[in-house]
């Protein structure tokens, strides 16, 4: 049978003294990484530690039998000391930031800890208060609010002069044309252009929609913004511009984006609309009340390099209304029911949209009415 006795030891055990272990405790709370004060409960501090003169610049001296306020700024509010002083008196733990102010007037953070030490019935005799130094976490974060502020300036103004690069609204003899464009943030990922020629008979144009959102997106799309720019000005094939501009996309991209278009040109003496779809891959016709999507699929720019675009070509009408849009807007379009008076009023319908959906996405629409 096994021996019970085998787990004792005849060691001795060493009683420590009653003063020494208030020797340790003192030396312990003097040496403390923490601020610690204790005052009566009237609130006339009887003891700091070591921490708490380098924290605040008094000496023990200097604050022995003063009140805590003398550290006050007056930042904080009145009821915030009043439900402080509740609490403690009631026997209760409270802890919050003060932003305090040492004895050169420069103002410091703490995170204060403040209880009550009781006695042997359960009263109240003394407060505690233990102060955390957290100077260098406030100065961390007020250096990211101030980062975060000077990123948001930047959306802004990278937003007002990606706005600033579109063009304005026209109206010719033959056509009216009006854009509409808001950013789900700032800076958006659609952009858009178009060129009409000089006498106004024909019109070409491209809407177009960078996969993503944020500052990078809206560089990528600037890049792809100066690649389009052939799109409007080059004598060649709508077909071929747009498979240009896939090609030479790669200096826009990284591997894992890419970018949608739908490239159009309106002739208004042979009354023919010429479109390419390359992502986007509908519009929207209206003639009579009808509302009607064409719909013909095209890969997306920046994802194959060696591709080729089909062209298409169908005849336009007097009073025709065209709408090229990013995603943003076609699926709200496709479930919607609407007539339209005018080219302001369909802006107004799809401004009402978009404001009205809980889809968060650039919207980006170009409105075209043949005259």
Known sequence: MMDCNIFQTNLPTTKIPLTEKISYLLHAVEQSSNAIVITDLDGTIEYVNKKFCQLTGYSKEEVLGRNPRILKSGELPDFIYQELWQKISSGKNWQGEFHNIKKNGELFWDFTSISAIKNEHGENIKYLAIKDDINARKKAEENLQKTEQKLQQDFILAGKIQKSLLPTNISTPFFELISF?????????????FSASKSGKKLIGYVADVMGHGLGTALQTSGLRILCHQILTERIPLSQRVKTVNKVSGSCFTEDSFAAIIAFEFDFIAMTLTYVTAGINSFLKLNNKKKSFIKAPGPFIGMLKDIDYEEHKIPISSNDVFCFMTDGITDLMESCNFSIKDLPDLYLQVETL????????????????VK
């Open 354 to 369: 978009v404001n009205s959906n809980p889809c968060k996405d650039d919207a980006t629409a170009i409105l075209i009415k």
């Open 181 to 193: 464009y808001q950013p789900y943030r700032h800076v958006s990922g659609d952009t858009f252009d």
